[in-house]
């Protein structure tokens, strides 16, 4: 799923050589690389509507990581958070995981391992994309729904026939298969199975 030309991954350190040597190495492997000596520097420039992942150093002035993680977090922002520490302790590594990052890496770091972690982060946050965009396709198609078709909607999701939700709605069922028919045109979907799918994305509830 990885597309390193369209992804980028944001490394932030306050030690200037480290940052120089992460980046360094990241770039080597093809990735296309953001680094920031600050989380003032890093805010300044992210765009959370790029792919990656952030590679984020533990303890800086300023701002921690702990605290630019709670502050993105709050901000909506989902992008894979690796962390780098010189000095892990137990509950810092608890507190960053729960939090959502995806690992915690000690310093000196082991390439190999870090490597990995940044193309799982991609990955992680293009698949999320992914989701996301299915979601709102799907929400857009269900808004074009008037409001008697998304009640035969939710009732065929109830895994009614037609003549139970033409007896629910008081219509004729003749009438219940033209909306049916016109809804699944509309959702641009051929089956029930489909329709379901396309139901979950867009979180309508069953009748």
Same mark, same amino acid.
């Given at each position: 799923?990885?597309?390193?030309? +369209?992804?980028?991954?944001h490394? %932030?350190?306050?030690? /200037?050589?480290?940052?120089?040597? *992460?980046?360094?190495?990241l770039s080597?492997?093809?990735?296309? %690389?953001?680094?920031?000596?600050?989380?003032?520097?890093?805010?300044?420039?992210?765009?959370p509507?790029?792919?990656?992942?952030i590679?984020?150093d533990? @303890?800086?002035?300023?701002?921690?990581?702990l605290?630019?993680?709670a502050?993105?977090?709050q901000?909506?922002v989902?992008?894979?958070?690796?962390?780098?520490?010189?000095?892990?302790?137990?509950?810092? +590594?608890?507190?960053?995981?729960?939090?959502? /990052?995806?690992?915690?890496?000690?310093?000196p770091?082991?390439?190999d391992a870090?490597?990995?972690?940044?193309?799982?982060?991609?990955?992680?946050?293009?698949?999320?994309?992914?989701?996301?965009?299915?979601?709102?396709?799907?929400?857009? *198609?269900v *808004? +074009?729904?008037?409001?008697?078709?998304?009640?035969?909607?939710?009732h065929?999701?109830?895994?009614?026939?037609?003549?139970?939700? @033409?007896?629910?709605?008081?219509?004729?069922?003749?009438t219940?298969?033209v909306?049916?028919?016109?809804?699944?045109?509309?959702?641009?979907?051929?089956?029930?199975?489909?329709?379901?799918?396309?139901?979950?994305?867009?979180?309508?509830?069953?009748a």
């Open positions: 799923m990885m597309d390193m030309s +369209t992804t980028i991954v490394v %932030v350190d306050d030690d /200037a050589s480290v940052l120089k040597a *992460l980046t360094r190495v080597t492997e093809g990735f296309s %690389v953001s680094p920031s000596q600050s989380t003032r520097e890093f805010l300044d420039r992210y765009d509507g790029v792919p990656g992942c590679v984020l533990l @303890a800086m002035p300023e701002m921690d990581g605290q630019l993680q502050l993105l977090e901000q909506g989902t992008h894979p958070v690796i962390f780098l520490t010189g000095c892990a302790d137990i509950q810092s +590594t608890v507190r960053a995981m729960k939090a959502g /990052a995806i690992d915690f890496l000690t310093k770091v082991d390439i870090l490597l990995e972690a940044v193309r799982r982060g991609i990955d992680l946050d293009m698949e999320a994309r992914l989701q996301r965009d299915g979601r709102c396709e799907a929400s857009a *198609l *808004l +074009t729904l008037t409001p008697r078709e998304r009640e035969v909607l939710r065929v999701l109830s895994g009614r026939l037609n003549k139970q939700i @033409a007896a629910e709605l008081g219509i004729v069922e003749k219940i298969k909306h049916r028919s016109r809804m699944m045109q509309k959702l641009r979907v051929r089956s029930v199975p489909e329709l379901v799918r396309l139901a979950e994305r867009a979180e309508v509830t069953p």
